[in-house]
């Protein structure tokens, strides 16, 4: 595995690939310590200094391919690998991380949730909206996910829907200030909208 990770700093990612798989190959057993020993080298990568989220990102695909190993996979540290990677810019092979877990724990919301946000931030919106709205059929009082679905909506052109949604996630947390905000800012755009006189129903 330290092979492994060397020949990624070298950025000779291919043979590093190969070496980390040949140690989960031997040891199939091991194949969470690997995956997690990769997660924090490469979560170290990420956070220290300026970041190198290139090479965190292709040593976070090397954990990824580890944890899903030979049917040996561990959903949390799928999860929490998958979790990373969004933050590299890795939100579609994140998807892949978040599915794996879902074949594991197919009633977990926070899974359909990160794709959503994953689709999301891939511009893919129609896909967001559906795992956003699969979330939501799973943990109706989910309010994170209303206020995502928000934002979703508003990229979308459909305020008043997008309304809706703020509304639901600062009445299910009512200390969540960001659906608060976002609310308000919905409404003021309605309201513009009304006083130009182009008010669009959205169904």
């Not at 989220?53 to 540290?77: C, N, P, R």
């Not at 794996?100 to 926070?110: G, K």
């Amino acid at each position: 595995v330290e092979a492994g990770v060397e020949l990624h700093k070298a950025y000779r990612h291919v043979q590093a690939r190969q070496e980390i798989q040949a140690a989960v190959d031997a040891a199939p057993q091991e194949t969470k310590r690997i995956a997690k020993q990769l997660q924090g080298v490469a979560k170290e990568l990420h956070y220290e200094g300026d970041g190198n989220k290139v090479l965190a990102k292709a040593i976070l695909e090397s954990a990824m391919a580890a944890a899903q190993a030979k049917g040996m996979g561990d959903a949390e540290t799928i999860y929490n690998i998958a979790n990373l990677l969004i933050e590299v810019g890795g939100a579609r092979q994140a998807i892949d991380g978040y599915r794996s877990v879902l074949t594991m724990l197919p009633h977990l919301a926070n899974a359909y949730h990160q794709i959503g946000m994953c689709y999301s931030k891939l511009n893919r919106l129609e896909e967001a909206f559906q795992a956003y709205s699969s979330a939501l059929s799973i943990k109706p009082t989910y309010a994170i996910t209303y206020n995502n679905m928000g934002v979703l909506l508003s990229k979308m052109g459909r305020i008043e829907e997008a309304y809706v949604h703020y509304k639901l996630a600062s009445e299910y947390d009512t200390s969540y200030e960001a659906a608060k905000n976002n609310m308000l800012t919905a409404e003021m755009k309605l309201a513009e909208v009304e006083r130009e006189g182009r008010v669009e129903l959205s169904y």
